[in-house]
């Protein structure tokens, strides 16, 4: 029986498949999942309806199972029609769980159009799409390395 809380088996496999500095991409209902999968990456699909499954309540199974080095974010945009004032909420929610879960690990900012890039690497392993309603509730989290007593 697993002792962490996530279950869900193509997400397990993919991380099992994984070794340190894999990629895995936590994604909003509005990221573009479909056209931003990089060379080795698998999409699994959690957006049953708006909301439901949310990007927190899988970035809190993951770190149950996996350990983390890196979390960043896709930094918001500050002119247009997206601009933002201040950071959106979800990333708190985000740095709480982290807090629990990964005590130590910091969200790091990233740039669009470069979050995007990164997400095209040989190194992204998986992608899981949610139903999150909220902007910028994409995330990346690296794979780190699981220390002897773990």
Partial sequence: ML???LLHPAILSAIARAGHHGRII????NYPSSTTLGPSAELVSLNLMPG??????????????VPVDFAYVMDYERTGPYALR????????FRAIMAIRRP?????LIEK?????EARSKSHILTVQTADTRIFG??????GV?????
């Fill in 26 to 29: 936590i994604a909003d209902g």
């Fill in 138 to 143: 994409n995330l990346i989290l690296d794979i």
């Fill in 86 to 93: 201040e950071d959106p909420p979800v990333w708190a929610e």
């Fill in 104 to 108: 130590g690990l910091e969200l790091g």
């Fill in 52 to 65: 439901v499954v949310n990007c927190c309540q899988v970035l809190d199974a993951i770190l149950s199972a």
């Fill in 113 to 117: 159009w470069k979050f995007y890039e």
């Fill in 3 to 5: 002792k962490h809380t």
């Fill in 146 to 150: 699981r220390l002897e007593g773990e």
